[in-house]
């Protein structure tokens, strides 16, 4: 089948823009969005040969069962690697991928099942990057995020890295529970990035985690709170560990990591060695590093409860 090109704004184009379509296999040459966009099924799968990127004001909707699928090399050789494609989200750009559990969205390489066929998604401050049941392999860094990042129900598999939090990020997060059998293959979380988990009664299953920014989880209650499961190795270098919030009784264990494989956690967190007691609002928590099975990140609250003074009159 003879594939068409897809409109497309490029710096030779002043006013041609994404449109609609409703035949399949629909060629993406790379370049800029203009307004609202739309990848439907009908035109599924798009073949994107060249950067791609959302600028200020500008959106692209990806409706469930849509695949996209990325070439080898960059026919704009452009972007942070001008050798591979990337889908680029600026300031003020929105990237809506609204997958389901039955109807996934894919991207992966055009051709071969190579990591490193593609950059991935770069989502850049001041960008909107929601993934929702989305399926990503075969990229460099299959998510690199300057930005809030809100990722559902998501796989990530066969990349360099899977999701690479660059530093200064305004707390990037993971929600969801991942489907049966999927899993985020790595997560980096550098010096001046943090990790938020906030989503209840959930966990993020993880090939591995390099921690060096701060891991923020929101803690309400030992029965509804997320965290990390983590199959491969754990490091924690300089890293911090912030409450957003707790919630729990006398001698909760809540599991922040728990680490599937058999290595000890290598590392700690800043002023927390093992067995350390530290005050959160009138909790006195104990953190751990050979907790729950003998190698999870453990918080458990103490029996020695903070006490708290009536405020004094004068008299």
Not at 181 to 193: E, L, T
Not at 265 to 290: C, D, M
Not at 292 to 307: I, W
Request: aromatic share 6%; hydrophobic share 45%; with cysteine.
């Amino acid at each position: 089948m003879m594939r068409r090109a897809t409109q497309i704004c490029v710096a030779t184009l002043l006013a041609a823009c994404l449109g609609s379509r409703v035949s399949a296999d629909t060629f993406v040459p790379g370049g800029n969005f203009v307004g609202a966009n739309v990848w439907t099924p009908a035109g599924s799968p798009y073949i994107v040969a060249g950067d791609l990127t959302l600028p200020a004001n500008t959106s692209l909707q990806i409706q469930p069962g849509v695949s996209v699928r990325v070439v080898s090399g960059d026919a704009l050789a452009s972007g942070l690697d001008p050798s591979r494609v990337e889908l680029r989200v600026a300031g003020s750009g929105t990237l809506q991928v609204l997958g389901t559990p039955g109807a996934p969205v894919t991207f992966r390489a055009h051709v071969g099942t190579a990591a490193n066929t593609w950059y991935g998604i770069v989502a850049e401050p001041g960008a909107v990057v929601t993934l929702q049941s989305a399926v990503v392999e075969h990229a460099n860094q299959a998510l690199r995020a300057s930005v809030l990042a809100t990722i559902t129900d998501s796989t990530f598999a066969n990349n360099n890295v899977d999701i690479a939090l660059v530093a200064g990020a305004p707390s990037p997060t993971l929600f969801g529970t991942l489907t049966a059998g999927s899993f985020v293959g790595s997560v980096i979380v550098p010096f001046g990035a943090t990790l938020s988990l906030n989503r209840v009664a959930s966990s993020i299953q993880a090939g591995s985690l390099t921690l060096s920014g701060t891991l923020r989880p929101s803690l309400t209650s030992i029965l509804n709170y997320e965290k990390l499961s983590v199959a491969g190795s754990v490091t924690l270098g300089a890293s911090a560990l912030e409450l957003d919030a707790f919630g729990g009784s006398i001698d909760d264990v809540f599991v922040l990591i728990d680490n599937d494989g058999a290595e000890p956690v290598s590392g700690t967190f800043i002023g927390l060695p093992e067995g350390e007691q530290f005050v959160f609002g009138t909790y006195r928590l104990r953190v751990s590093y050979t907790g729950g099975t003998g190698n999870d990140v453990t918080l458990r609250v103490s029996a020695e409860q903070v006490p708290v003074f009536p405020a004094l009159r004068a008299e």
